[in-house]
């Protein structure tokens, strides 16, 4: 744990992790967040190259539907459970189509973007618009609702920050159920204010 002078805002010890060889600004001992914590976040102390970025200015989709009860969601305006389902029906049950389409970076993660650096963008407002995704695609594809839970709980476990977080499992059974219905979300043009 690293101590910080309240009054000067500064380390008062260095950071115990030496660094990545091929960054340079990571390898600085009283520096954090590249000295940017607007643009980044590090709560592990080891991750400083993934931004969270929260709602953009322009106009996203707030969305809600049965089982959710008060929990909305927001997505872009380009999301939509049927296409989709659409595209989870057109590659069937296939774990490499999964991947690409849901998985992380894939088609329909919302919630990930990279920038001109190469550095990966987390938009937290979707983090459940792509778990609806997932929901969405496998209930597509053609998977059992058990059998999305096991894929996608596997593959959290093995790759998710986030893994064992209630909502994965909330929103993508919600997604699941959706598009096993044939239903739409129900969804309203939002544009945060400025």
Partial sequence: MRAEDNATGKWTTPDAYAGDAHDPMSQKSFMWNNNNPYSYSDPSGYDPDV??????????????????GPNLFFAPLTFSVGKIAEAGRAAGPNPIAVGSSVGHYGTFDVQRSVDSKGNTIIHDPFVKASNVAVGAYMSGAGYTKTGAGIVSDTFATLFSKNKGDP????????????????????CQKYTAPR
Wanted: aromatic fraction near 8%.
């Fill in 51 to 68: 931004i969270h970025v929260g709602l953009p200015r322009s106009p996203v989709l707030v969305c809600s539907g049965p089982g959710l």
């Fill in 167 to 186: 909502n994965q499992k909330a929103f993508r059974d919600f997604g699941y159920d959706t598009a096993a219905a044939g239903r739409e979300l129900q």
